[in-house]
T-cell receptor
Framework: KAGVTQTPRYLIKTRGQQVTLSCSPI?????VSWYQQTPGQGLQFLFE???????NKGNFPGRFSGRQFSNSRSEMNVSTLELGDSALYLC?????????????FGPGTRLTVT | DQQVKQNSPSLSVQEGRISILNCDYT??????FLWYKKYPAEGPTFLIS?????DKNEDGRFTVFLNKSAKHLSLHIVPSQPGDSAVYFC????????????FGTGTSLTVIP
Protein backbone atom coordinates (compact mmCIF):
# COMPACT_ATOMS: atom_id res chain seq x y z
CA LYS A 1 0.00 0.00 0.00
CA ALA A 2 1.21 3.48 -0.79
CA GLY A 3 1.77 5.70 2.23
CA VAL A 4 0.42 9.13 2.97
CA THR A 5 1.54 11.64 0.37
CA GLN A 6 1.72 15.39 0.72
CA THR A 7 2.25 18.02 -1.94
CA PRO A 8 4.14 20.16 -2.35
CA ARG A 9 7.06 19.15 -0.13
CA TYR A 10 8.49 22.64 0.06
CA LEU A 11 6.88 26.03 -0.38
CA ILE A 12 8.02 29.63 -0.03
CA LYS A 13 5.38 32.32 0.26
CA THR A 14 5.29 35.99 1.09
CA ARG A 15 3.51 37.48 4.08
CA GLY A 16 -0.11 38.25 3.24
CA GLN A 17 -0.44 35.57 0.57
CA GLN A 18 -2.50 32.43 0.91
CA VAL A 19 -1.46 28.81 0.45
CA THR A 20 -3.11 25.46 -0.15
CA LEU A 21 -1.53 22.20 0.90
CA SER A 22 -2.69 18.77 -0.22
CA CYS A 23 -2.76 15.38 1.47
CA SER A 24 -3.63 12.00 0.01
CA PRO A 25 -4.29 9.40 2.72
CA ILE A 26 -3.56 5.71 2.60
CA UNK A 27 -6.11 3.93 0.43
CA UNK A 28 -9.16 3.03 2.50
CA UNK A 29 -8.43 5.50 5.28
CA UNK A 30 -11.27 7.92 5.91
CA UNK A 31 -9.81 10.07 8.66
CA VAL A 32 -7.28 12.79 7.88
CA SER A 33 -5.74 15.02 10.53
CA TRP A 34 -3.45 18.02 10.12
CA TYR A 35 -0.69 19.12 12.47
CA GLN A 36 1.69 22.05 12.59
CA GLN A 37 5.22 21.38 13.80
CA THR A 38 7.42 24.26 14.95
CA PRO A 39 10.64 24.19 16.98
CA GLY A 40 9.87 24.19 20.69
CA GLN A 41 6.14 23.61 20.20
CA GLY A 42 6.12 20.05 18.98
CA LEU A 43 3.17 18.98 16.88
CA GLN A 44 0.04 21.04 17.34
CA PHE A 45 -3.31 19.67 16.19
CA LEU A 46 -5.07 21.78 13.56
CA PHE A 47 -8.15 19.76 12.61
CA GLU A 48 -9.45 16.34 11.66
CA UNK A 49 -11.73 15.39 8.81
CA UNK A 50 -13.72 12.18 8.68
CA UNK A 51 -16.00 11.31 5.79
CA UNK A 52 -15.83 14.88 4.44
CA UNK A 53 -16.85 16.43 7.78
CA UNK A 54 -14.66 18.34 10.18
CA UNK A 55 -14.83 16.34 13.38
CA ASN A 56 -12.32 18.12 15.59
CA LYS A 57 -10.61 21.47 15.53
CA GLY A 58 -7.57 22.68 17.41
CA ASN A 59 -6.88 26.11 18.79
CA PHE A 60 -5.85 27.92 15.63
CA PRO A 61 -7.26 31.13 14.10
CA GLY A 62 -9.85 31.06 11.36
CA ARG A 63 -7.14 31.77 8.78
CA PHE A 64 -6.50 28.04 8.91
CA SER A 65 -9.16 26.00 7.16
CA GLY A 66 -9.48 22.68 5.48
CA ARG A 67 -11.71 20.35 3.60
CA GLN A 68 -11.97 16.73 2.60
CA PHE A 69 -13.17 15.32 -0.67
CA SER A 70 -15.24 12.22 -1.33
CA ASN A 71 -12.08 10.24 -2.13
CA SER A 72 -10.74 11.18 1.35
CA ARG A 73 -8.06 13.47 -0.04
CA SER A 74 -7.76 16.59 2.05
CA GLU A 75 -6.58 20.14 1.54
CA MET A 76 -5.52 22.71 4.07
CA ASN A 77 -5.64 26.42 3.36
CA VAL A 78 -3.93 29.25 5.19
CA SER A 79 -4.96 32.77 4.27
CA THR A 80 -3.18 36.04 4.97
CA LEU A 81 0.08 34.33 5.81
CA GLU A 82 2.15 35.56 8.74
CA LEU A 83 5.83 34.98 9.45
CA GLY A 84 4.83 32.77 12.38
CA ASP A 85 3.08 30.37 10.03
CA SER A 86 6.46 29.10 8.86
CA ALA A 87 6.43 25.46 9.93
CA LEU A 88 6.31 21.86 8.87
CA TYR A 89 2.71 20.88 8.16
CA LEU A 90 2.00 17.19 8.60
CA CYS A 91 -1.06 15.26 7.72
CA UNK A 92 -1.93 11.85 9.09
CA UNK A 93 -4.50 9.29 8.11
CA UNK A 94 -6.12 6.48 10.01
CA UNK A 95 -8.46 3.66 9.13
CA UNK A 96 -11.53 4.11 11.26
CA UNK A 97 -11.01 7.32 13.18
CA UNK A 98 -12.57 5.91 16.31
CA UNK A 99 -11.13 2.97 18.24
CA UNK A 100 -7.87 2.72 16.38
CA UNK A 101 -5.51 5.46 17.41
CA UNK A 102 -2.69 4.59 15.08
CA UNK A 103 -2.16 7.43 12.68
CA UNK A 104 0.14 7.24 9.68
CA PHE A 105 1.94 10.44 8.86
CA GLY A 106 3.06 11.86 5.57
CA PRO A 107 6.50 13.44 5.12
CA GLY A 108 5.11 16.94 5.56
CA THR A 109 5.12 20.21 3.66
CA ARG A 110 7.78 22.70 4.74
CA LEU A 111 6.25 26.17 4.47
CA THR A 112 8.48 29.22 4.70
CA VAL A 113 6.87 32.65 4.91
CA THR A 114 9.10 35.61 4.10
CA ASP B 1 -1.22 25.28 27.17
CA GLN B 2 1.12 22.30 26.77
CA GLN B 3 -0.79 19.37 28.23
CA VAL B 4 1.90 16.86 27.29
CA LYS B 5 5.49 17.67 28.16
CA GLN B 6 8.84 16.17 27.37
CA ASN B 7 11.28 18.04 29.55
CA SER B 8 14.46 16.59 28.08
CA PRO B 9 15.12 18.03 24.63
CA SER B 10 17.99 15.62 24.04
CA LEU B 11 19.51 12.39 25.32
CA SER B 12 22.74 10.57 24.46
CA VAL B 13 23.25 6.89 25.20
CA GLN B 14 25.96 4.35 24.40
CA GLU B 15 25.06 1.55 22.02
CA GLY B 16 23.84 -1.51 23.92
CA ARG B 17 22.73 0.46 26.98
CA ILE B 18 19.19 1.37 27.97
CA SER B 19 17.54 4.55 26.71
CA ILE B 20 14.80 6.02 28.90
CA LEU B 21 12.64 8.76 27.48
CA ASN B 22 10.17 10.51 29.75
CA CYS B 23 6.86 12.23 29.23
CA ASP B 24 4.51 14.01 31.66
CA TYR B 25 0.92 15.03 31.15
CA THR B 26 -1.44 17.29 33.03
CA UNK B 27 -4.91 16.24 31.87
CA UNK B 28 -6.34 13.22 33.71
CA UNK B 29 -8.88 12.76 30.90
CA UNK B 30 -6.25 11.23 28.63
CA UNK B 31 -6.93 7.52 28.27
CA UNK B 32 -4.51 6.41 25.56
CA PHE B 33 -0.86 7.19 25.00
CA LEU B 34 1.46 6.64 22.07
CA TRP B 35 5.11 7.06 21.17
CA TYR B 36 6.22 8.12 17.72
CA LYS B 37 9.70 8.22 16.23
CA LYS B 38 10.72 10.80 13.66
CA TYR B 39 13.72 10.86 11.36
CA PRO B 40 14.71 14.08 9.57
CA ALA B 41 12.70 14.80 6.41
CA GLU B 42 10.20 12.06 7.26
CA GLY B 43 6.88 12.05 9.04
CA PRO B 44 6.56 10.50 12.51
CA THR B 45 6.12 6.73 12.59
CA PHE B 46 4.15 4.87 15.23
CA LEU B 47 6.26 2.96 17.72
CA ILE B 48 4.20 1.69 20.64
CA SER B 49 1.08 2.58 22.59
CA UNK B 50 -0.59 1.95 25.94
CA UNK B 51 -4.10 2.22 27.25
CA UNK B 52 -4.74 3.88 30.59
CA UNK B 53 -6.07 0.60 31.97
CA UNK B 54 -2.56 -0.86 31.73
CA ASP B 55 0.71 0.11 33.33
CA LYS B 56 3.08 -1.59 30.93
CA ASN B 57 3.22 -2.60 27.29
CA GLU B 58 6.14 -4.32 25.65
CA ASP B 59 7.07 -4.80 22.01
CA GLY B 60 10.47 -6.27 21.35
CA ARG B 61 13.14 -3.84 22.50
CA PHE B 62 10.55 -1.18 23.35
CA THR B 63 8.58 -0.98 26.59
CA VAL B 64 6.26 1.79 27.66
CA PHE B 65 5.42 2.30 31.33
CA LEU B 66 2.47 4.34 32.55
CA ASN B 67 2.16 5.78 36.06
CA LYS B 68 -1.31 7.31 36.20
CA SER B 69 -1.01 8.67 39.72
CA ALA B 70 2.09 10.60 38.70
CA LYS B 71 0.71 11.39 35.24
CA HIS B 72 3.97 10.11 33.82
CA LEU B 73 4.96 7.70 31.11
CA SER B 74 8.30 6.51 29.92
CA LEU B 75 9.71 4.65 26.95
CA HIS B 76 12.52 2.17 27.53
CA ILE B 77 14.66 0.98 24.64
CA VAL B 78 16.87 -2.00 25.43
CA PRO B 79 19.41 -2.48 23.99
CA SER B 80 19.82 0.83 22.22
CA GLN B 81 21.09 0.74 18.65
CA PRO B 82 22.53 3.50 16.44
CA GLY B 83 19.48 3.22 14.18
CA ASP B 84 17.34 4.32 17.13
CA SER B 85 18.82 7.81 16.84
CA ALA B 86 15.81 10.01 16.08
CA VAL B 87 13.39 12.42 17.70
CA TYR B 88 10.80 10.71 19.89
CA PHE B 89 7.40 12.22 20.54
CA CYS B 90 4.87 11.08 23.09
CA UNK B 91 1.22 11.73 22.39
CA UNK B 92 -2.00 11.45 24.35
CA UNK B 93 -5.65 11.07 23.39
CA UNK B 94 -8.87 11.84 25.24
CA UNK B 95 -11.85 9.50 24.85
CA UNK B 96 -14.42 10.25 22.14
CA UNK B 97 -12.27 12.88 20.47
CA UNK B 98 -11.39 10.94 17.35
CA UNK B 99 -7.80 11.38 16.35
CA UNK B 100 -7.00 14.63 18.11
CA UNK B 101 -3.57 13.86 19.50
CA UNK B 102 -1.78 16.02 22.02
CA PHE B 103 1.94 15.79 21.38
CA GLY B 104 4.93 16.58 23.51
CA THR B 105 7.76 18.70 22.15
CA GLY B 106 10.01 15.73 21.46
CA THR B 107 13.29 14.30 22.74
CA SER B 108 16.21 13.87 20.36
CA LEU B 109 17.92 10.57 21.09
CA THR B 110 21.48 9.94 19.94
CA VAL B 111 22.87 6.44 20.29
CA ILE B 112 26.64 6.50 20.21
CA PRO B 113 28.32 3.48 18.56
Amino acid sequence: KAGVTQTPRYLIKTRGQQVTLSCSPISGHRSVSWYQQTPGQGLQFLFEYFSETQRNKGNFPGRFSGRQFSNSRSEMNVSTLELGDSALYLCASSATGSQTYEQYFGPGTRLTVT
Amino acid sequence: DQQVKQNSPSLSVQEGRISILNCDYTNSMFDYFLWYKKYPAEGPTFLISISSIKDKNEDGRFTVFLNKSAKHLSLHIVPSQPGDSAVYFCAAVKPNTGNQFYFGTGTSLTVIP
